[in-house]
């Protein structure tokens, strides 16, 4: 017997609110830890959306029982101004539930009536079962706004480097032995999917970007580690994704699903992601430039580790045990001489996950030691070469936190000096994807502003994304001109075209730095062409002590 109260069989008076979305997702995700139905609504005033979306979240329950199914668990969110709502239940077959959504939606709309809705239902077949992948082979997850890509590859390369055989997506493409065998961005679930259905994998190491989540899900039901490098503000205002906080119970995601037995690798330097740890099973493993970091002390108590610093040694604790030196900082590649903190947080996360898969601590010593001596380890992260004295720097730096990250290596590699004064100038061509709030461009533009001596605009027209490029190199001028620039701030229409005008300006100690999205294959040819020679790690230590 039902203890749900009676259906309503006629529509209500149609409210001011349209459905915006009604979305099918395949696997683990930000609502529920299996696949589920989101259903969101959009209205002008506020308060009608969410009273709609609770309607129809009472009308899945309803159908469901009318169909004399079990009702599912349902949850809500509601947009930060009020004008959007989101109901989301998790589903068992996927026919019935996404119809039983649109269902739902036109009775809350006032456009249906409950049991008309039930005769056109009950004559629908269940539909398939969810086919998320379940692993048979250990899973590493990494997540986070930036430092992802350098992380996935380098934990990939630490596993292939002790003998793993490893399969690895990331924004650049699948990963099979090493060898690039798809290219393109596929850290999403049909990536996930190519990797655990490859024969002979020994391990599974899977950058797993917001997109994806939010797009279809995560493509596995479990991981046995999870990173999360950091939550900063990017790609907000866009897929229901307002707040950091909403970012960040997205990427939560990983932990939520990571096995009781297996690890939750979490940057204990940033509160968001370290408050992740109280929505995990697994054991808590902290990473952070602190070793005094309470964090640290939390996780050895529970039985946990943590990944330090410690007087300049990357650095691995486990409880009543001897702590584990593997590395300097600044004999790492990939922490540019130590000057890079994003790499060297980076270093940390990649040498936990390798401890938390087994691997021992001269292997994961010589992993750190030797990624990132060449173009192809880290292609577009922090990549610096140098003519005559001249220095050309090629970065993703998609983002403020990114931006932030490179400006302070073009600091050091100037040579700052405590008066502010600089033995060399800072030429940056500042660019991103048009996916970014109004305030997010002004705001990289102020960056660009008070840490470059001279900005220029790398556009990137296949990636304006509904932007109106003139709009868009107004916002960056804008912020650029609150920053401190003054007078002109040019435009390129090519990365190329920056930074060959960026180095037909630059003299013996300057740095040329382009934030790079498009055309990294023919910059780096470009920078062959002309002389320009990777930076090797002995020279950036070199440039560091003389900085």
């Not at 403020?400 to 061509?429: F, K, N, Q, W, Y």
């Not at 490029?469 to 920053?483: I, P, Q």
Request: proline share 5%; charged share 25%.
């Amino acid at each position: 017997m039902s203890i749900l109260p009676a259906m309503p069989s006629q529509p209500r008076a149609r409210p001011e609110a349209e459905l915006l979305e009604l979305r099918v997702l395949d696997g683990p995700n930000r609502f529920f830890v299996r696949p589920s139905v989101k259903l969101e609504f959009e209205a002008k005033s506020p308060g009608v959306a969410e009273s709609v979306a609770t309607a129809a979240g009472e009308q899945v329950r309803r159908l469901y029982d009318g169909l004399g199914l079990p009702p599912p668990r349902v949850t809500d969110r509601v947009s930060v101004n009020g004008l959007r709502a989101l109901v989301a239940y998790p589903w068992r077959r996927r026919t019935i539930s996404q119809a039983i959504g649109s269902a739902a939606a036109r009775i809350a709309l006032g456009r249906s009536g409950t049991q008309r809705e039930l005769k056109s239902l009950r004559a629908l077949a269940l539909g398939p079962l969810p086919s998320v992948p379940s692993p048979r082979i250990p899973l590493v997850a990494i997540t986070g706004t930036n430092g992802k890509s350098t992380t996935t590859r380098l934990i990939a390369h630490i596993a292939s480097q002790a003998g793993l055989v490893t399969g690895m997506t990331n924004s650049d493409g699948i990963y099979v032995r090493g060898e690039l065998v798809e290219a393109g961005d596929w850290t999403g679930f049909g990536g996930a999917g190519r990797i655990l259905s490859e024969p002979g994998m020994e391990l599974a190491v899977l950058e797993t970007a917001r997109g994806g989540i939010l797009l279809r899900g995560l493509g596995y039901d479990h991981n046995d580690v999870a990173v999360v490098t950091n939550v900063s503000p990017d790609h907000l205002g866009l897929q229901g994704i307002d707040t950091l906080e909403e970012l960040a119970e997205t990427k939560a995601t990983l932990v939520r699903v990571t096995r009781r037995d297996g690890w939750a690798v979490l940057n204990a330097d940033d509160a968001r992601v370290w408050r992740m740890r109280r929505e995990t099973r697994a054991r808590w493993y902290p990473f952070t430039a602190d070793p005094e970091s309470p964090a640290v002390h939390a996780a050895l108590e529970r039985g946990g580790r943590a990944a330090i610093v410690d007087r300049g040694w990357i650095t691995i604790r486990k409880p009543h045990a001897r702590p584990i030196h593997l590395a300097r900082t600044a004999e790492l590649p990939v922490t540019f001489g130590g000057l890079s903190r994003v790499n060297i947080a980076n270093a940390l996360a990649a040498a936990a996950a390798a401890d938390a898969i087994g691997l021992k601590p001269e292997q994961i010593r010589a992993g750190l030691r030797s990624f990132g001596r060449d173009l192809d380890a880290n292609p577009g992260r922090l990549n610096l070469f140098e003519r005559r004295g001249v220095l050309a720097l090629i970065d993703f730096a998609h983002n403020e936190a990114g931006l932030a990250a490179l400006l302070d290596v073009c600091h050091v590699l100037v040579g700052r000096t405590a008066s502010g004064r600089r033995s060399g100038r800072i030429r940056l061509g500042l660019g991103t994807a048009g996916d970014r709030t109004d305030e997010m461009l002004r705001g990289m533009g102020e960056l660009a502003g008070r840490g470059a001596d001279e900005v220029v605009i790398a556009e990137k027209r296949h990636y304006l994304r509904g932007r109106d490029l003139e709009e868009m190199n107004e916002l960056f001028r804008e912020g650029a001109r609150r920053g401190g620039i003054r007078g002109e701030i040019p435009d390129y229409p090519t990365e190329l075209e920056t930074l060959r005008a960026l180095v037909a300006k630059s003299k013996r100690g300057d740095v040329a730095a382009v934030m790079t999205h498009v055309e990294r294959a023919e910059v780096f040819a470009w920078l062959q062409e002309e002389g320009f020679k990777p930076v090797t790690v002995e020279r950036v230590r070199e440039l560091v002590r003389r900085s």
